[in-house]
């Protein structure tokens, strides 16, 4: 742009004549209306309405002009712009629907087609637990039983000692799905079980012995669901009966199963008495920690979170079962003795693989399950 010029005719500047900037507008709104695509028009609109178009050009030479020509000037180019921007704007406005209209069609999917991606579910981490445990005693020669989820209060309670009136029916806070009937004489109500043990009396029931079953299922506590409780979860209860078994027995098939289970040297287990009416003795079954392997104990300089330092996990309870357990399932007890042990699988997940809340694994979000595999 030149400097203001007294002696500067606006009808000399050729780009500023009124036919010229009239022409720079026709030949503008010509483009846009010949520009067949958005592509097209962003070109025109480089061409006449960008930085470097003519008009802008000719807009620069405003400035320059005497100040009593700047106006009528100014007004003529702006006018000029305008009728090149809206008709810019009204093309664009045009082309968009029409794209619009076509990618419609273009695009279109037709969602009944058949389709075979699917995407790879994942299944549930407790499942191959439950299913990698069965795996460990099958290999053993041990059978997988299984029992209703939908139990007798009998084999839930009776069949395993727990008396009438015994403390211990407290102990487990039951679903109940049917009270007893007492008017048919029958006393025993049906319930979701509690735990996996009656399967011990069904499978002492059902075979002739020697017995070693292992039994993964589902059980069912009016507990509250939070971080570390469900009123759904998963056990595993192993049970053998045979001749002479006693509790080195027992220990020695709880530490084969903690070493595969979570491998190397050094792991084992260890008892503490407690008591279960099916068992007797009974004991509460701790793992040595599969992280520190024991040494954060009292070693302040090697602090284990699995653990918690104390150097032990607790799994679940186990025992000798009862001789009167052997009676009621029809097992001479001076014959054969048994042991049976049991523990919850959503812990063991949790202690396995650090997951710290229990709600995570009954949610059902693939996002959760999908990390652990097809096998743990
Ligand atoms: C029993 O259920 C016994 N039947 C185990 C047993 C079998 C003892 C054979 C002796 C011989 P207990 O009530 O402690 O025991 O439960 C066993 C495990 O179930 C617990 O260690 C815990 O890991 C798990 N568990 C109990 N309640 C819940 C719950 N609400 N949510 C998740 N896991 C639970």
């Known amino acids: 742009m030149s400097a203001p010029n007294k002696s500067y005719d606006p009808v000399e500047v050729e780009a500023l004549k ?45 400035g320059a002009l005497p100040p009593q020509a700047k106006a009528e000037a100014g007004k003529r180019v ?21 794209r619009d ?24 981490p407790l499942t191959t637990l439950m299913e990698r445990i069965a795996d460990i005693f099958t290999a053993m020669g041990y059978a997988v039983a299984d029992g209703p989820e939908v139990e007798a209060e009998w084999y839930n309670f009776d069949a395993l000692n727990f008396v009438p009136d015994h403390p211990a029916r407290q102990m487990q806070d039951t679903f109940f799905v049917q009270g007893p009937d007492g008017t048919s004489g029958d006393e025993s109500g049906v319930v979701l079980r509690t735990h996996t043990s009656p399967v011990q009396a069904r499978a002492m029931l059902d075979r002739e012995p020697p017995v070693y079953v292992i039994c993964p299922g589902r059980v069912y506590r009016t507990d509250e669901l939070d971080a570390t409780h469900t009123p759904v979860f998963h056990q595993v209860e192993l049970l053998a009966v045979d001749e002479g ?54 070693n302040p300089d090697r602090p284990c979170r699995t653990c918690g330092s104390e150097g032990w996990i607790e799994l679940g309870g186990c025992g000798m079962v009862n001789p009167k357990v052997l009676v009621a399932c029809g097992v001479d007890p001076e014959k054969y003795s048994g042991f049976a042990f049991g523990f919850g ?29 097809m096998e743990i």
């Open 101 to 124: 209209t076509r990618v419609l069609v273009e695009e279109a999917v037709d969602v009944t087609l058949p389709y075979d991606r699917v995407p790879a579910g994942a299944r549930h």
């Open 78 to 98: 702006g006018q000029a712009r305008g009728a090149v921007n809206k008709a810019l704007a009204a093309r664009q406005v045009e082309l968009e629907a029409e």
């Open 245 to 298: 078994l006693t509790m080195a027995d027992l220990k020695g098939t709880l530490d084969h199963m903690v070493q595969e289970l979570f491998g190397g040297e050094g792991m084992k287990t260890r008892l503490r008495p407690n008591f279960f009416p099916f068992t007797e003795p009974s004991a509460e079954m701790d793992m040595v920690c599969y992280v520190c392997r024991g040494e954060s104990v009292g």
């Open 18 to 62: 009124p036919a010229e900037i009239e022409r720079m507008r026709d030949e503008a709104v010509a483009a846009f209306a010949a520009a067949g695509d958005l592509e097209a028009l962003a070109h025109a609109k480089t061409a006449h309405a960008g930085g470097t178009s003519p008009l802008s050009l000719a807009n620069r030479e405003i």
């Open 345 to 373: 699988i959503e812990r063991m997940l949790m202690f396995r693989h650090n997951v710290e809340d229990m709600r995570d694994m009954v949610e059902g979000d693939v996002r959760f399950t999908r990390p652990f595999g």
